[in-house]
Structures are given as C-alpha cells and as structure tokens.
C-alpha cells in the first residue's frame, strides 16, 4: 500500500494542476494575434479567451469584451468551454474526495483499507479530469493550428498559441501525474492476506507427562 508520502505528492501535484486549469480558463489569453508577415500592424494587439477577447493598444490600455452569445461560438471554442468547465468540477470533486482517503487525514474512518480506496477513488477522478482538460486545450490548439496554415484567412487577422493554453497543458500533465500516483493507494493482495495466525505443531509422541 503506497505511503502517506506518495500520497501527500500526488495530491499537492494535482491541486497545483487543478489551480493552473482554473487560471487557464479565466485568462483570455488562449490565443494572440500573430506577427508573421510584412503588412502586420504592432500597435495593438489582441487577445482572445473562453469567455471573452482583449485589445491591447501600444499606449498599455486594455479593452476587453465578453461575448454577447454563447451559440454564435465555434464550435471548437463551445467544447472547449464546456470541457474545461467539466474538468475544474471533477477536479473539486476529485480534491473533496483524496483528502478523505488520504492517511494523514481523520476523515473516511479508521479502516486503512478503506480510507486507500477512497484515495484510489479520488485519483481516478483527477485523471479524469486531467484528461478532459487535455483534450480541450489539443483541441483548441488544433484550432489554432489549422486557421494559421489555411491560405483562405488574411495573415492579419490569424493567431498564435497564448500563454492560457501552454498553462492549461502544463496543469493537465500534473493532474494527470498526481491522479496517477493517488491511484497506487490501491490496497495489494498483501492487505487482503491480513495477519496469519502462527501455526500450532503437535507434539511429538515420546512426549511425557510428569504427574
């Protein structure tokens, strides 16, 4: 059964990844216009996010505007949404989870077997999680990608990658790794052995008694 060392690891990898999921997708910097090209004007930029896009003059004011519909989104951009939404609540739900299973905790009881199940339990919905943030920020990526290289769409108008969405990998990757190793809380085939009684030997018959 995995020591309370390995599970305290794993729980603070995959809250820190959590935390990087839940920045990723509040910061509107999942894509930035790009400045391939000779025709490109740097006097502002822009930013777009999940929720909202950002233009940023050179002059350092920020503008920023939320989208008025959330049906006239891409599709990429609707999953992608829905898909990050997903993983923060299964990554709370993941944290409430692990910290009643883990060892060093009082909660879920006394029962060691039990408690590294429930941890187990918490684990698998952190790679859950983990996995569904890392297809939407693929996705979205792949979005990104394909516009960049269509020769239909002005090069002024593409985008880069954003900082938003290498975050957003990064924290998936820990959520994935601190799920994993939350999930090695499973109990062997030792626990269920349990505590072997030691065995009783007869004695042999040249043995007296003495009245």
């Not at 939407?136 to 239909?152: E, M, Q, R, T």
């Amino acid at each position: 059964m995995a020591n309370s060392g390995l599970q305290l690891l794993g729980f603070s990898m995959a809250l820190l990844g959590w935390v990087g999921l839940l920045a990723s997708t509040a910061i509107p910097q999942w894509q930035v216009s790009s400045y391939a090209g000779d025709n490109i004007i740097t006097a502002q930029a822009m930013y777009k996010g999940l929720w909202m896009d950002c233009i940023t003059q050179s002059t350092g004011i920020i503008s920023c505007k939320m989208y008025d519909s959330v049906l006239a989104l891409p599709a990429a951009m609707q999953a992608t949404r829905a898909l990050m939404v997903v993983s923060l609540v299964l990554g709370f739900l993941a944290m409430a989870v692990a910290t009643m299973g883990m060892k060093c905790t009082n909660c879920g009881g006394d029962d060691k077997v039990k408690k590294a199940r429930i941890a187990t339990t918490g684990g698998i919905i952190f790679i859950f999680a983990g996995l569904a943030a890392l297809i939407a920020c693929s996705w979205y990526g792949h979005k990104i990608v394909s516009d960049f290289y269509n020769p239909l769409i002005p090069m002024n108008t593409k985008y880069e990658f954003g900082p938003a969405i290498f975050i957003g990998w990064a924290g998936s990757a820990l959520v994935l790794l601190g799920g994993a190793l939350l999930s090695c809380s499973c109990p062997g085939s030792e626990s269920k052995a349990g505590y072997r009684a030691p065995r009783s030997y007869p004695k042999p018959n040249s043995a007296q008694e003495y009245v």
